[in-house]
């Protein structure tokens, strides 16, 4: 997924056409929302699997 969103912002650095452009940001913000959806689904095994918490944010 990140790879995806790298490729991308690097795409768009680069000469593109309007509709190029659009069709990137809606391959980013796509990208972002199901890399949303899969973080919220591992949070969720974690919690069910009682793994939730362990871990220390500085």
Do not use: C, H
């Amino acid at each position: 997924m990140t790879r995806i969103m790298s490729m991308t912002d690097l795409t768009l650095m680069t000469e593109v056409t309007d509709e190029q452009r659009e069709y990137l940001m809606v391959i980013k913000s796509s990208t972002k929302s199901l890399l949303k959806v899969f973080n919220e689904i591992v949070d969720e095994a974690k919690i069910q699997a009682g793994k939730a918490g362990s871990e220390q944010v500085p």
